[in-house]
């Protein structure tokens, strides 16, 4: 690649957005050229804007603390100065759907995390070591929309990731989950900043997040599924029940899972060769932030723990461990990954390199 | 009732022992003469033995301070000055069925916190909200082995006691559950003290703890089971799977439970009705460490949490909450309770409480 | 008594107006008849109001539950449904000033929690074991003042407790500190609710709180200061400087604690003495919530800690430990007292009992 | 240099132990050629001896996996197999002594975690950036005990890092400090594996750690004192009054300190500016582990913290904020240091490489 692509941030002052300028540093093919944020933050140096919200272990990278902080409702802007937006918009869904339309609408491709746009029909929602494949929707989204060089890509919620990969691995190899229980127990950070208050969760579990269930059982129904005259058709052939709940974690969501197969059903062996064996589409184009194994399983009993798992390959790679026979359905075992980098901005921007080997990210 | 019952804690310098310790301090029907516990505390005051371990956030009774802890080898020392004996015992399993045999042979009746004799076929295990006829089983016990007086009971696992009497209490309303699927947030102090290192649970989940699937899946089948011949027959139309995972939170199990019915499938309004009609055994005979109310629904959205449900009814109730249908199962809700009160010396009290009312428990 | 005095709750919605809601509950002087919060919450029920901030670990009593809550800017409604106010506004400092005296003008006392009015000249800051006499202030803040009947209280900040009351009692048999270094380790609850974020003091200390340090410092002066001409002399003998820090602790504040003495040093005897021999006023009134011992001195080595000594005597004693010679200062020791009981809420209340007494509340 | 100098650690399986294999991993200089234990562990693998209590979040390198634990008794084959050695044990201060001057006897140098020998006159104990002349003891204390190529070499307790470099620089500028008040908040992964139990610490603050104190105020002294006649003699200009509490934080050292200089007081501004000058002795060096800043100075009101910046400059770096005149004595900042890095296993890495340029380990 002749130069970085130039990348804008749209919400960069919330919790993602600074994992988005962390994690940005040094990357081989983007570079941060544009911040925007709400009109507050508008007109004020990303640096003193982050300033009072600034949450994360280290500091703001130097480079970006003077750049000037834009409204990211002014799509104008961004035009003129990125290749395209990573999106960590936070606000009332509809308002996001448009904005995110309105950019892809005047040439900015928008790579987001929010999950408005999530069960738009002509939009992907991608892990890259899922289903790469559903890029190609990109297609009929600016076929139908009119959009030349914009478009829309999202990425699943963070409660999923822990799961998905391991479950897609057996898939490949031909057996068919149809039943999942699915328990979470997912970290603060997942929460945002601030989030959850301190005196709510020390010393406590929360057995709720709202809105957290519905999307675990139906987004991985959308990257399951299959492209059919410019839409995804959800897999119909899984159903999951799911329940979330809030520890006294940082970070990594780990997830407790019980399912059941098809007719092929696979042998414990069956299961750890297939784990053992698989990688993605991310690992085979070798793309900078894929780990190099995405999927690791620990025999150890008491595997995967978030403060030693999480971090995995930078926090990219997703953990299983203690699997064993179900009594109820047919196996179970337990997840974890990272949910602030591989089940969020680290996912996204892997989402990017794939779209800029795809050819659908490119410099103008 | 005249006078108070001499009682006797096996196992007094422990974690269990301790909740003895603080629990029977002003109970109506019981009185604590008897301190026991291994070779290396006996003749040591029990203020003194018990000062380097003593964890409780409360302080020892003054009066139990300066009774010479006896060794709990020695069954003819508690023969002279108890009734009967609560038996927290830790050790290797064998050593521990002999010793609370050695009792019960010598004329003590055993309520026993430990696991080594929950699965002695004529040795009920009770929880007294749901299986109180299963004292019936002490006949056949005496008989059988010949013992007149004495008798061994148990008490089950902490782990289960937050889904079994919202079960038991759909039963009792012909409503019988087939399959069982149940995760577990299980607190710090299930696991004694010293117990779980503050390093490996700072900030992390372990999603094991040896033994405890296996208890959680076999015992409710024992309890729900019903006698015949003189042994616990249990249930056959029962199937449970379990995952159980250490939490960083001091008090209080949480269980995340998915349930199918058989063919009488309840509404959710039968489950909360059912729910909110039960009233077990010790309720009926007002048994002094008995809950008002075993069973508490809390219909908001993110209960029952560790903080503000474990200490209801002093720690004796049950609270369920979050009851939803499940697309894979049945219905779905989360039960919890508090793991040393109700989950283990809260609980064994209750039950002696219940032996005292059936006749098995007397003065000499 | 022939019957209780009426209570209402100036920010009756807030953190400390819930502590409030559950301490008065059965309180044997006082009865809550009446609460106000800001306009938003005004004219809702208080259930409903306090619904979702409510954060304490037990249930809103039922009794309050149905109260219309009314707006804290109208002192009439006030004036006909209590006999005093408790104030624990929150908002701007120079609002409240003006907002408390509004409500003493018209006739109502006022005992607040606030720090709005701590340095007014006229207006004691009262912890009742330390400086009750200071209470007859009320005589010249009315005279200067023209009010009736109304007068303002305040109680101090949270920081100090812990160890205000241990030096006092020294300062009574006759032992001046003259300097004191303070570091203080501040519970959670103490920043209210929402408070600190999770993710901001999980695994972490913050060695600073806005504003804590000024009162550390400042607020005991005036209390060990005397009355002279109608406004309070500040104690001009002692020096302290404080380092205040948050950690991760829900109730408890703990101060470690090195002071020098003047001319007239104590023995560790002498010291040891005197804190076994304190008793304040409150405990020779028999106040309903004065702790019997309102000073308990620790003697194990790693005593007094947040989780086993913040509850003793319903969270109203202070309790310290540690006593040991400083080769810097003279002495050292360790003190903790529990900042939403004692330090905030209930402190308030043992003033109010305190003032009942000396005949400046009273029924209308 | 031309290849690594071949390293031993003894008392290998330990906390510390554990640290010296995750940092030691391609180290530019060292490589482990030697692991060391009790009897119990040799003969076993060091992948499987230490399997049970390994607490590190990252796994065990590969290449130590296999390698055979020796019995730490037997100097002999030390000898044979490195150039010189890390001490971790654990154990009675006198054996291990003794077993340290075994190994310098036997011509090992010896790099010393444990405390046995801070105190030892002709023993050298470093800070790098604080004293690295007092290296040249070893000359005086092979000739006294007729060394030839081995000595002893000990590093400070980890409660006192975060204080003694900040101090160090001022008085490089000839700012005397003569008292010092300092209350400590001292992270849990200072009492090692399993270390502090969860319930002792969860929700809670424990104010006393055994033998903390002590080391606190006193092995600063010796590291400040002077080289005469072949011996440290102590620093008499300064005393130390120290509390030591222990929080619930995995990683870090905060300290509160309070500080009088004697005649040459410095200014607000002198402090700032000879800490922000300040460089030590591994900087000019530029030794592997040296961090570039060894002191850092944060501005801002809330730091330092734990969790934003024990880690910085790989865990080496001493962070201070908050410094401000202190009323009672003449200054007052927080300082806050990795106790296991530059606490522990780092600053005795830092101290080896030291003595490499200086001349003192070299291969054989």
Redesign the interface.
């Known amino acids: 690649m002749r130069s970085k692509l130039r990348v804008g941030i749209l919400g960069s002052t919330g919790a993602v957005g600074q994992n988005y300028a962390l994690l940005l540093e040094g990357h081989p093919w983007f570079e941060i050229t544009y911040l925007a944020a709400s009109p507050q933050s508008a007109g004020r140096a990303y640096g003193e804007a982050v300033a009072a919200k600034w949450?994360m272990?280290r500091d703001l990278p130097q480079k970006l603390s003077g750049i000037i902080v834009k409204d990211a409702n002014s799509v104008q802007n961004a035009l003129d100065n990125c290749d395209f937006v990573f999106s960590s918009y936070e606000g009332p869904k509809e308002e996001i759907k448009k904005a995110e339309e309105a950019y892809a609408a005047a040439g900015l491709p928008v790579i987001s995390n929010n999950s408005a746009h999530r069960f738009t029909e002509d939009v992907p929602m991608i892990i890259p070591e899922v289903n790469a494949g559903h890029v190609n929707l990109i297609e009929s989204q600016r076929a139908r929309r009119g959009w030349e060089r914009g478009f829309i890509v999202t990425k699943p919620n963070c409660s999923i990731q822990s799961f998905m990969t391991p479950l897609h691995a057996l898939m490949e190899k031909g057996y068919d989950p149809t039943?999942?229980?699915v328990?979470t127990?997912q970290a603060?950070?997942g929460a945002g900043?601030?989030?959850?208050?301190?005196?709510?969760?020390?010393?406590?579990?929360?057995?709720?997040i709202?809105g957290e269930e519905e999307k675990t059982?139906r987004e991985p129904l959308k990257i399951l599924g299959r492209i059919k005259d410019g839409k995804i058709e959800d897999c119909q052939r899984l159903?999951?029940?799911a329940?979330c709940?809030r520890?006294?974690?940082?970070d990594g969501h780990?997830a407790?899972v019980?399912v059941k197969f098809g007719e092929n059903k696979p042998s414990l062996e069956n299961i750890l060769e297939a784990w053992d064996d698989f990688k993605g589409i991310p690992q085979g184009l070798m793309l900078p932030s894929a780990p190099i194994m995405p999927l690791i399983y620990r025999a150890e009993?008491?595997?995967?723990?978030?403060?030693?798992d999480r971090?995995s390959e930078k926090g990219m790679a997703v953990t299983v461990?203690?699997l064993r026979a179900?009594?109820?359905?047919d196996y179970?075992f337990?997840g974890l990954s990272h949910n602030t980098l591989r089940g969020a901005a680290g996912g996204a921007i892997l989402t990017a390199e794939l779209l800029v080997k795809k050819g659908y990210l490119t410099s103008k």
Do not use: M, W
Not at 193 to 208: K, Q
Not at 247 to 250: C, D, E, F, I, T
Not at 326 to 329: E, F, K, S, T
């Open positions: 949450h272990n039943l999942l229980v328990a127990e603060l950070s900043f601030p989030g959850v208050p301190s005196l709510a969760i020390g010393d406590n579990i929360v057995p709720y709202p059982e159903k999951i029940s329940t709940t520890v006294p974690v940082r780990t407790i019980h009993p008491d595997r995967p723990q978030p403060i030693k971090d461990g203690r179900c009594d109820v359905l179970k337990v």
